[in-house]
């Protein structure tokens, strides 16, 4: 059983450019959704992806944007990027099955840096 | 405003003694609450969970309790090994979808042998 991976594991960015964060999720998972924890917080939920369309949305503007593919791995899309986006992007994949979602699993995070 | 408030930052206790982690929440909506782990460079682990219909699960050393009318649950780690240490998430859903979940700010465990 492979666990959920994600890359890269560090980022450095300047303010106003993008990025693209990528996640494959664990065997057998449908869902995936996207973490972000800032220093000394807990993770804050951005958004959850299932069947390739967003399924819920937090309290992040537009410039976070995502996609999920056929084989259930997602991306994490951060337009102009501002100081406050650095902070650890977690993916976490789960199982769900009609309409209950499952536990989730947790990928190690890519840390971002914006200067 | 913080829907789900761990007040204790850190925690320190001996190895073989009893830690207890508490967590408190606002919004009554919730009816799924879970416990992660997180180590340094990892991600969160699963660590238990407890549907609102119950107030009480237990998995070997771990045990949550949770105090509907309080909107209270707490984590008993026993008897707390040094490998415990580690940052401890509580986490809040409605129990159809437990991937959005809502984080407190953990607290840092630490078990001195």
């Known amino acids: 059983e492979t666990g959920v991976t994600q890359s890269p594991t560090h980022l450095i960015k300047t303010r106003g450019q993008q990025v693209t964060l990528r996640c494959s999720s664990q065997?057998?998972?449908?869902?995936v959704s996207w973490y972000q924890q800032a220093l000394g917080q807990g993770p804050q939920f951005i958004f959850q992806?299932?069947?390739?369309?967003?399924?819920g949305r937090g309290n992040f503007p537009p410039r976070f944007s995502g996609l999920q593919f056929p084989n259930y791995s997602s991306e994490l899309n951060v337009n102009a990027l501002e100081l406050d986006d650095s902070a650890l992007y977690l993916c976490?994949?789960?199982?769900?099955?009609?309409?209950?979602?499952?536990?989730?699993?947790f990928g190690p995070g890519t840390r971002l840096t914006v200067l | 405003d913080q829907q789900v408030k761990q007040n204790s930052p850190s925690l320190s206790v001996q190895e073989g003694r009893i830690s207890i982690l508490n967590c408190d929440y606002t919004?009554?909506?919730?009816?799924?609450f879970l416990w992660y782990k997180k180590y340094p460079a990892e991600g969160p682990t699963f660590l238990i969970s407890?549907?609102?219909?119950?107030d009480k699960n237990e998995d070997g050393r771990f045990t949550v309790f949770l105090n509907k009318s309080a909107k209270h649950l707490s984590l008993h780690i026993v008897p707390s090994q040094p490998g415990d240490s580690a940052v401890y998430f509580c986490?809040?859903?409605?129990?159809?979808?437990?991937?959005?979940?809502?984080f407190g700010d953990g607290t840092t465990l630490t078990v001195k042998p």
């Open positions: 976490a994949s789960s199982l769900r099955i009609t309409e209950v979602t499952d536990t989730q699993y």
């Open positions: 065997s057998g998972h449908n869902t």
């Open positions: 992806y299932y069947r390739e369309e967003e399924n």
């Open positions: 919004n009554s909506m919730f009816d799924y």
């Open positions: 407890i549907s609102s219909i119950k």
């Open positions: 986490a809040a859903s409605a129990r159809t979808n437990a991937g959005k979940s809502t």
